[in-house]
């Protein structure tokens, strides 16, 4: 059965840094677009960062130059380097897996950013 564990949230300091990790089970990460969204109290969900099959990397505009998406694909997990945090960073992280069998999510991480 196909599973999305999320990890490495918490709490951090505005200007600090969080790494979050997300691994697959069940199917191959890498033959997937793999995503990670998040989604802050009140808001809807939004794109944080998307790479596709090919490697094609799409940023959302508010994180560009200060967040990151990595792989290792021997581990079947996704990673999200977030630098320079601020408070309106504050929010669950989902990571999402965009496959041809079906779309997968995890449960989430809460990452709170305070000043």
């Known amino acids: 059965q196909e599973h999305l564990v999320e990890s490495g949230g918490g709490a951090v300091q505005a200007g600090g840094s969080l790494k979050l990790s997300c691994v697959a089970s069940?199917?191959?990460?890498?033959?997937?677009?793999r995503e990670w969204y998040r989604q802050a109290p009140g808001k809807e969900r939004e794109l944080v960062i998307r790479?596709?099959?090919?490697?094609?990397?799409t940023y959302g505009d508010s994180v560009k130059g200060r967040f990151t998406i990595s792989q290792d694909n021997a581990k079947n997990t996704l990673y999200l380097q977030m630098n320079s945090l601020k408070s309106e960073d504050t929010a669950v992280y989902y990571c999402?897996?965009?496959?041809?069998?079906?779309?997968?999510w995890g449960q989430g991480t809460q990452v709170t950013v305070f000043s």
């Open positions: 069940g199917f191959l990460f890498s033959n997937c677009a």
């Open positions: 999402a897996a965009n496959c041809l069998a079906g779309n997968y």
């Open positions: 790479i596709n099959i090919l490697g094609h990397q």
